[in-house]
């Protein structure tokens, strides 16, 4: 699988990883695994270092338009994605200026640790 989450059972943070090239139905399938697990709400730290992706704007934007959806449902719990592969990193940040009325605490970072530290202190709204 593209995105393994480690361990859902920890209800204090999940942590998925991203590995090789990711597109929308990767990320949908990761999605649909949370909600199966009822863990939509919980923090999750992204650790997409060693991913690609060939998704653009298009697929961002089905991706906002579905996350939209869930959060009328679900309660969205705060999301710290880390990249260093600079389009992966603006895709996260497309996103993350897209669902800001909805998902404001999806925060995108270069390096885990500060990731790490935002979800520890608490995941405020980015602006």
């Given at each position: 699988?593209?995105?393994?989450i ?11 990883t ?25 923090p ?17 934007r ?66």
């Open positions: 699988m593209p995105i393994e480690e361990d859902v059972s920890d209800k204090r943070m999940l942590r998925a991203a590995r090789g090239n990711i597109s929308l139905h990767d990320v949908l399938a990761h999605l649909e695994r949370e909600q199966a697990a009822n863990a939509l709400g919980i999750e730290l992204i650790d997409a270092r060693d991913a690609t992706t060939d998704m653009g704007g298009r697929q961002v089905e991706l906002v338009s579905h996350l939209r959806k869930l959060s009328h449902r679900y309660p969205l719990g705060p999301t710290a994605f880390v990249a260093t592969d600079d389009v992966v990193f603006g895709m996260a940040r497309m996103y993350s200026i897209l669902c800001a009325d909805f998902d404001p605490r999806f925060a995108v970072f270069r390096d885990t640790a500060s990731a790490e530290a935002w979800l520890q202190s608490g995941s405020p709204v980015q602006e």
